[in-house]
């Protein structure tokens, strides 16, 4: 994988929001939606959330809790793109899906599940969110990559 592309490790959602996300075989993505079947769907600019597993390995080497696909409330998990580096407006290619970052990190709720147990979380330094502008699919195995030069 090159650093404009990535695969995805897993797809995740939550039926409700202020929890964690739990692993699905496949995930449909909408414009002005998000994922169908996930709590933060909708029109607003969070609909998709990103996370590179390895944002989570360097947090896991430090604990001691187990950390799963998901933990962070992510709906992707994805390895080898170097999201550090893409500015709000880049657009990604998720599976059959295209997306457009809107918000890098966010402010973490002091009482988030992961932030209980493991005492830090990586989504507020290191989370992607997004807005879904074409309809596709994504699954785990699929690739992430830079839509277009940024």
Known sequence: MSSQSGVIKAVCISEKKGQQKHEVNSVHLRPEHGIDGDAH??????QVSLLVKESVDRLQEKISVRLFPGAFAENI????LDLNKLPVG???RIGTALCEITQIGKECHEDCAIRRQAGDCVMPREGIFMIVLEEGDAKAGDT???????
């Open 77 to 80: 998990l994805c390895e080898g």
């Open 41 to 46: 769907a909708g029109n607003w600019h969070r």
């Open 144 to 150: 992430v990559e830079i839509a277009e030069p940024y």
């Open 90 to 92: 880049t657009k990604l």
